[in-house]
């Protein structure tokens, strides 16, 4: 699976961004899809993720009930829209996939990246 993140930008507190990560490959339907972030200085952490049909999710708790997760597997597309961004939001996100949903919505057994996605909340 090839991993292309979009959507990153610059914003104000409060406003909303959404970020889309296109894949290419037969086991895109199959795998668990996610979203990490970090930040300078920080280590990679899991922000949300999607199990493969999309029933399940996981979010982290700082940024639950602000972002949602949500994919296309017609398009082969995960998204991540972000509400009420905050500073603390910014950082790189990367688009993420792996085979088992128990160990990738702990942040672990990622297969494939993406590369990074810069966003950047002003307050």
């Known amino acids: 699976v090839q991993l292309q993140a979009s959507g990153g930008g610059s914003v104000q507190a409060g406003e909303s961004l959404r970020l889309s990560c296109a894949a290419s490959g037969r086991s895109f339907s199959t795998s668990q899809m996610g979203w990490f972030r970090q930040a300078p200085g920080k280590e990679r952490d899991v922000v949300a993720a999607i199990s493969w049909n999309g029933i399940t999710t996981f979010y982290a708790d700082s940024v639950k009930g602000r972002f949602t997760i949500s994919r296309d597997n017609a398009k082969s597309t995960v998204y991540l829209q972000m509400n009420s961004l905050k500073f603390e939001d910014t950082a790189a996100y990367y688009c993420?996939?792996?085979?088992?949903?128990?160990?990738?919505?702990?942040?672990?057994?990622?297969?494939?990246w993406g590369q990074g996605t810069l966003v950047t909340v002003s307050s």
């Open positions: 993420a996939a792996g085979p088992n949903w128990d160990r990738f919505s702990k942040g672990f057994g990622t297969l494939y």
